[in-house]
Each structure stands twice: as structure tokens, then as C-alpha cells.
């Protein structure tokens, strides 16, 4: 192998010395355009702008459209995970139309047109109940991804058989519905009820109990399980209000501490404790109207003032017609007699109070977050985040669930104490699911450039083999060439000196007369060798 370098080396330098100064250029010349193409090009291609063609698409229909685009030599780009496929900008219009002329994108579900444009006499029952249900479930997909907040929709329908015999019942219909909701959305209200009211409508004999609506998070959407008299069982109505609670304040943890760290960086659960003692009572307060004196409001005012001087008389008390009550009469000696007597009514406030305590109060809460403390993960290498960097996360998620727990428990059960509340872990998650990734594409002046190179390499192959050819021509000659002249040493007698002698004298001569024949002749020797 080293000795086939050398030679390739040798070889390779000897056609460069013996080029000409204008081949010289020439060929330098052409690798400075190629290289100046290649990167003309590139910069052309990096400065399109690319839009999107299509949005949201399923790996199915990237697939079918991914294929025709390389089929037509059109240069994309995939995004968002490879649901959305951008195109040169100048192109969209052009591309919309053919592919919908083709039918593209086609996610392979068929609708209820489906039956107007493939009608057949020779289909069966099984095979066309199979197509109604399928039918059935695109239209009430297609229907339940037109409500805002949702962006896609799976639906999967079980349809009980036909009974054979008029005495046997009706199997009933059940559903199961999975929705990519936007980032951010919760249905209010009555929009559950709502959802779950429009798919038990939309298949027959579908009850809504039937009927189980999840998203892409795995988060339950539960209708209000009311009875017939609108009354709700005591543990359905407990157990309901406790999952609320706990996944509504899941829901805006998950959000908030996920826009800290990243949303598959960190899990968060939460445990409620509910107090639903319920309390009627009346209360009948009295209270003064000013409270700072304790005295209520004046509301009459009644003055008594009597006076009276004379002598004393004696006899009994009070037994004359003009006698004063209570005095006695007839006394002897001088007296006085004075009455005053101030009455006054006061008004205070009388309070009458009917109390129903709320009906569920928040007792206790805890607040168990894990999170991911792997920062870099390249298969061999594993970067874990520092303790100081622990601390910062942990510092940052306190504030938070501090004022989470402060505001949620209930103020009644006393102080609280946040730190006991809440648990924040630090662990390696287990890797998830990788999505399919999708080849990169390879950009058409990718293409150009190869074949230019691959032309210049073929050029440059040709070139070697021609030289190749004429140095063995040239060879050839020498040959003819060095056999005259090994007659033509009249000097040199045949029978003092040895044939190799003769044959070092001629190399001699020649290498004297013609070196470039010599050095030509001297690389053809190695190279046999």
C-alpha cells in the first residue's frame, strides 16, 4: 500500500512539473470556479425563504408528501417535530394546487362522501358497517376539532352488535375520545357537559356514562355526575371536588414551575384534604351603637324636679287634705323638700344573623415536586446539575408553593407551615419514547457540488491514464532507440567486456545524452518492480 502512495505520488508530482505554466493555470483556474460555485450556490440556497406548505400533519400524510416533494426534486424543510413541511416561498402556490389535485395530504380516513363516490353492489355488510363506523368516527372528529381550544381529535367507537332475536336487549355504545387541546386552554362552565352531550347524540345508543374525554396529558375531562332529581351523592360530589382542587392547582403548577425549568423537566403532584362539615346557625347579637363608650342611641328623655320649704306641723304623715304625701303633718318646725329625676331610653343595635358555612373548606395541602436534575445527557456522558444550582431551583419553587399553600388553606385550622407542605426531589428521569426522527433532507446544491466534483475527479482520472499511455509509448521508443546505439560502440571489444557492462556504458551514453529519456526509463524500472 505505501509503496502504491509512492508511486501515485511520484507519478502526480512528475505530471505537474512537466505541465506548462498555462496548464498550470488552468487548472487552478478551474478549481477556484468550482470552489466559487459551490459556495455561490450555497449562499442562493441559504438565503430562500422557506413558509410553510402544510401544518399539523400526521407522520402518515408528512410521508405521502414527503415522497412526491423528492419525486419533484422540490427542496423542504421539516419542522415542529416533523408535523409541519416548509417549501421555497415562490413555490407554495404552485405545490397547494397540484397536491390537492393528487388528493395530498390523505390522512386515510374516509367520511360519509365516501359511500357517494365508491358505491358498489358488491360489498357485504360487515365490510360496510366497518366503513359506516370509520365514517362515523372521522365526521365526529372533524366535528369536535372545529370547538376552539381543540386542535385535534381521536375518536374510537364501539358499537355493540345487532341482537339476533327480538327478546334479547341492546348492547350499549361506548366512546372513547382523545384531544391535543392548545397549550394553556381549560374548558369553563358547562363546556364538558357540553362536549359529552354532543357525542352521546352523535352515535346511537350512546350514554353519557359511557363516554371517557382525555387530552394529550393524560388529564381526565369529568362531567358533573348528576342524578334524576338533580341531587348529587354525598361521596360522588366529595370525591369530585377533592379531584378538582388538586388538578386545578396541579394544572397551574405544572405551568408555571414547567416555564421555569421546562415542561418535561419537572412533575408535580398534589394531595388535598377537604373538610366538608357543613354548619347552620342564627346568631341574634346585640351591639351598642357607639361601641368606643358603650352606649347605644338616645331615643326619649324624661325630667322630674320637685321642691318644697314651710314649718313642720305634727299630727300624721299625710292625713290632711292639703297634707304632702309621705311628710307628716301637723309638725312642728321648719323643713325643706327637693326631687330631681332624669330618665332617658336608649336605643341599641339588634343583629339577627342566618349562617350556612361554606360547603367544603380547604383543611390541609401537600406539594410533592420531582425534578429532573440531568442537564446534559449524550449517551456516555451524564451532566447532573450542582448542589448551588439545586439550591437556585429549589429557592425559586418555594416562593411560589409558599404563597400556593398560604392562599389555599383554609385560614380557620390555624398557622401554617409551609415547608411542611411541600417536598421537592431532585432525580434522573427516565428517558421517554424517542419520537420518530425524520432523515434530513439534502439540499439540491449538495447535489450540484458532487456532481462537479465527482466530473473534476473523472477529468482528472482520464488525464493520469493518457499520461500513463504516453510514457509507455515513450518507453517504447527508448527501446528502439537504446538497441542502435548498443551497436554502434566500435570501440569496445565484445569479448574483453561482459554484457552488463555494456548494457551500464550505454545507460551512461544515454543518460548523457538524453536525461529525460533516462529518468522516464529509470521510472518505468520501479515501477515493474
Known sequence: MKENLLKWKETATAYWTSRSKSQKGIFLGTIIIVVLLIAVLSVINTNKQYVPLYNNLSLQEVGQIKGELDARGVPYELNDGGTTITVPEEQVETLLVDLAGMGLPNSGNIDYSFFSENTSWGITDNEFNIMKLDAMQTELANLIQSIDGIEDAQVMINMPEDPVFVSETIGEASASIVLNTQPGYQFQGNQVDTLYHLVSKAVPNLSPDNIVIMNQYFEYFDRNSQTASGAQDAYTYQQTVKKDIERDIQRRLQQMLGTMV?????????????????????????????????????????????????????????????????????????????????????????????????????????????????????????????????????????????????????????????????????????????????????????????????????????????????????????????????????????????????????????????????AKLLRSWIGED
Open 262 to 518: 421546562g415542561a418535561d423537566n419537572v412533575l408535580v403532584s398534589v394531595t388535598a384534604d377537604i373538610d366538608f362539615t357543613q354548619e347552620n346557625r342564627t346568631e341574634e347579637l346585640v351591639e351598642p351603637v357607639d361601641i368606643e363608650n358603650m352606649e347605644g342611641l338616645p331615643v326619649s328623655l324624661e325630667t322630674i324636679q320637685e321642691s318644697y320649704s314651710g314649718d313642720a306641723g305634727g299630727g300624721l304623715v299625710g292625713t290632711g287634705e292639703e297634707d304632702v304625701t309621705n311628710y307628716p303633718a301637723g309638725a312642728t318646725g321648719e323643713g325643706d323638700y327637693e326631687l330631681d329625676k332624669e330618665t332617658i331610653n336608649y336605643e341599641f343595635n339588634r343583629i339577627r344573623k342566618e349562617i350556612v358555612e361554606s360547603p367544603y373548606k380547604v383543611r390541609d395541602l401537600g406539594i410533592q415536586v420531582a425534578v429532573d436534575n440531568v442537564t446534559n445527557s449524550d449517551g456516555n456522558n451524564v451532566e447532573f446539575l450542582t448542589q448551588q444550582e439545586q439550591i437556585a431551583v429549589e429557592d425559586g419553587f418555594y416562593s411560589i408553593l409558599d404563597s400556593i399553600v398560604g392562599t389555599t388553606i383554609d385560614a380557620g385550622y390555624g398557622e401554617i407551615d409551609p415547608e411542611e407542605k411541600i417536598s421537592i426531589v431532585f432525580q434522573e428521569f427516565t428517558e421517554s419514547p424517542a419520537m420518530m426522527e425524520v432523515s434530513p433532507v439534502i439540499p439540491a446544491w449538495m447535489y450540484i457540488a458532487g456532481a462537479v466534483l465527482l466530473i473534476i475527479i473523472i477529468v482528472l482520472i482520464i488525464l493520469l491514464v493518457r499520461n500513463r499511455s504516453t510514457e509507455e509509448e515513450m518507453l517504447e521508443e527508448m527501446e528502439t532507440v537504446a538497441g542502435p546505439v548498443l551497436t554502434e560502440v566500435p570501440e569496445i571489444p565484445e569479448e574483453e567486456e561482459s554484457e552488463s557492462v555494456l548494457r551500464r556504458k550505454q545507460l551512461e551514453k544515454i543518460a548523457k545524452d538524453k536525461p529525460e529519456d533516462f
